[in-house]
Each structure stands twice: as structure tokens, then as C-alpha cells.
Nanobody, 120 residues
Framework: QVQLVESGGGLVQPGGSLRLSCAAS????????MAWYRQAPGKQRELVGF???????NYGDSVKGRATISRDNAKRTLYLQIDSLKSEDTAVYYC??????????????WGQGTQVTVSS
């Protein structure tokens, strides 16, 4: 069974930074595309950014210039750092990955989400 588990959320002051992690576990053959999404109360889920297997990255306009996505393939872990946090960054952050499990097809998986609140 493949799982994605996020960690690192919490309460952060405006102007501060956060670093989220997303660890993949299970019977994994390979991990391709990995991404971070977020969903604020009353809003649709939006793409924060993604990283490809060749480490190319792309970011949503709302975090461009403030966010860095990276991955450690040996640890099967995805990271998100956002600097200069604003109240508008308050949301539940989800990781998403295209994973091929042993004996299975390439499939999209989601983590359970981690709450980030930016407030003084």
C-alpha cells in the first residue's frame, strides 16, 4: 500500500518561513511527477508548484519567487519551502505524486493534508 504523509504545518507569523515535507512509503517502484497543492477555506484547491523527475520545477503565480520545491529521491521525500509568508498562504497543503507501485500501474496519490496558518 502506497502512502503519502505530509508534515511540518502549524502556526507561522507573517513574514516568516515554513518548510513542509511529504514522505512516500510502501511498495514503490518509481516516483515521477510530484506536486504541492493547497486549499484555503471556501476556495478551490490550487496548484502551488510541481517538480519533475529531472528536478525541473514550476510554481503557481501566488507563490512564485517565494517558494522552493525540492525532492530527495533516496528518501522518497518531497519538500516545500515558502518564505515571506502572508495571511493569504493560510490553507491546508496537500502533496500529490504519480507513483508506480510494484506490480501496478502509474497512479496518482494524495496525502492527507497539513494545516498551515499564517497569523500574528
Amino acid at each position: 500500500q502506497v502512502q503519502l504523509v505530509e508534515s511540518g504545518g502549524g502556526l507561522v507569523q507573517p513574514g516568516g518561513s515554513l518548510r513542509l515535507s511529504c514522505a512516500a512509503s510502501g511498495s514503490i517502484l518509481s516516483i515521477d511527477f510530484m506536486a504541492w497543492y493547497r486549499q484555503a477555506p471556501g476556495k478551490q484547491r490550487e496548484l502551488v508548484g510541481f517538480i519533475l523527475s529531472d528536478d525541473n520545477t514550476n510554481y503557481g503565480d501566488s507563490v512564485k519567487g517565494r517558494a522552493t520545491i525540492s525532492r530527495d529521491n533516496a528518501k522518497r521525500t518531497l519538500y516545500l519551502q515558502i518564505d515571506s509568508l502572508k495571511s493569504e498562504d493560510t490553507a491546508v497543503y496537500y502533496c500529490n505524486a504519480m507513483i508506480r507501485a510494484y506490480g501496478g500501474p502509474l497512479k496518482k496519490y494524495w496525502g492527507q493534508g497539513t494545516q498551515v496558518t499564517v497569523s500574528s
